[in-house]
C-alpha cells in the first residue's frame, strides 16, 4: 500500500533559525496536504498544492510539490516559538479519485527555543 | 456550527469490554473519516463515508471494529472486545467532497481510548 514518510522525525532548533521537513510518497499523488498538530492538539490544515512543481508561501512558510508528484517539502524561516509542533504532509493516491483517503506521513516533531 | 464535535474525550475500559465512540461533524460536509493516532506517529486511516454510504475500510482494520453513519450526519465507532494494542486516540474529520479536487480534513478533538 501507499506509504508517506517524513525526514527528520525530529528536529531542534533556536529561535530564529530557519527548518525544513521533507515528504516522500511511494506512489505518484494527486494533490499533497500540510497540516500542523500542536502538542496535545488535532491535526490542523495549512496548504494543499495539486500542480507538479507548485510553490505556495504562507508568511514564514514555503511549501513545494515535487515536479513527479511523488515529494514535497516545507520551509519555516526564521522561527518562532509558535511554530512548535508537528508537521504532517498528507497524499491521497494519483487515480484514485477525490473521494479517496488521504494517508498521512510519519511528522516532523519540531522544537523551538529562545 | 462550532466544528467537529466527538465525544467521550476520554475512555478507560478493561479489555474485552466494547467502547462507542460519537462523532458530529460540521453540518454541511458530506464526507467523515476516522482515523486512529498512537504516540508518535500521524493519523492512520480507518474509515471513511460519503453521506451514509461507507465507501473505503482499512484492511488493516479488525473485524472488532465497525462504523456507521445512519443519517449521513453523525457517525459512531464502535470497537468490540477491547484489546491493550487498540489503545490510542481515535480521531474523526469530516470535509465537503467536491467533484474535483481533494478534500481538505477539518479534524476533531480525538477521543482517546485506555484498555486496561
Known amino acids: 500500500g501507499q506509504q508517506v514518510m517524513q525526514i527528520p522525525q525530529y528536529q531542534h532548533v533556536q529561535e530564529g533559525e530557519d527548518f525544513t521537513t521533507y515528504c516522500n510518497s511511494s506512489?505518484?499523488?494527486?494533490?499533497i496536504q500540510w497540516y500542523k498538530q500542536r502538542p496535545g492538539g488535532h491535526p490542523v490544515f495549512l496548504i494543499q498544492?495539486?500542480?507538479?512543481?507548485e510553490v505556495k508561501k504562507q508568511k514564514r512558510l514555503t511549501f513545494q510539490f515535487g515536479e513527479a508528484k511523488k515529494n514535497s517539502s516545507l520551509h519555516i524561516t526564521a522561527t518562532q516559538t509558535t511554530d512548535v509542533g508537528t508537521y504532517f504532509c498528507?497524499?491521497?493516491?494519483?487515480?484514485?479519485?477525490?473521494?479517496?483517503?488521504?494517508?498521512f506521513g510519519t511528522g516532523t516533531r519540531l522544537q523551538v527555543t529562545l | 456550527d462550532t466544528g467537529v464535535s466527538q465525544n467521550p474525550r476520554h475512555k478507560i475500559t478493561k479489555r474485552g469490554q466494547n467502547v462507542t465512540f460519537r462523532c458530529d461533524p460540521i453540518?454541511?460536509?458530506?464526507?467523515l473519516y476516522w482515523y486512529r493516532q498512537t504516540l508518535g506517529q500521524g493519523p492512520e486511516f480507518l474509515t471513511y463515508?460519503?453521506?451514509?454510504?461507507?465507501?473505503?475500510k482499512s484492511r488493516l482494520l479488525s473485524d472488532r471494529f465497525s462504523a456507521e453513519r445512519p443519517k449521513g450526519s453523525f457517525s459512531t465507532l464502535e470497537i468490540q472486545r477491547t484489546e491493550q494494542g487498540d489503545s490510542a486516540m481515535y480521531l474523526c474529520?469530516?470535509?465537503?467532497?467536491?467533484?474535483?479536487?481533494?478534500?481538505?480534513?477539518?479534524f476533531g478533538a480525538g477521543s482517546r481510548l485506555t484498555v486496561l
Open positions: 474529520a469530516s470535509s465537503f467532497g467536491r467533484t474535483t479536487g481533494a478534500n481538505v480534513l477539518t
Open positions: 506512489t505518484t499523488l494527486s494533490n
Open positions: 498544492l495539486v500542480k507538479s512543481g
Open positions: 498528507a497524499g491521497s493516491a494519483q487515480g484514485a479519485g477525490t473521494a479517496s483517503k488521504l494517508t
Open positions: 453540518s454541511e460536509h458530506n464526507r
Open positions: 463515508f460519503q453521506n451514509e454510504a461507507q465507501l473505503e
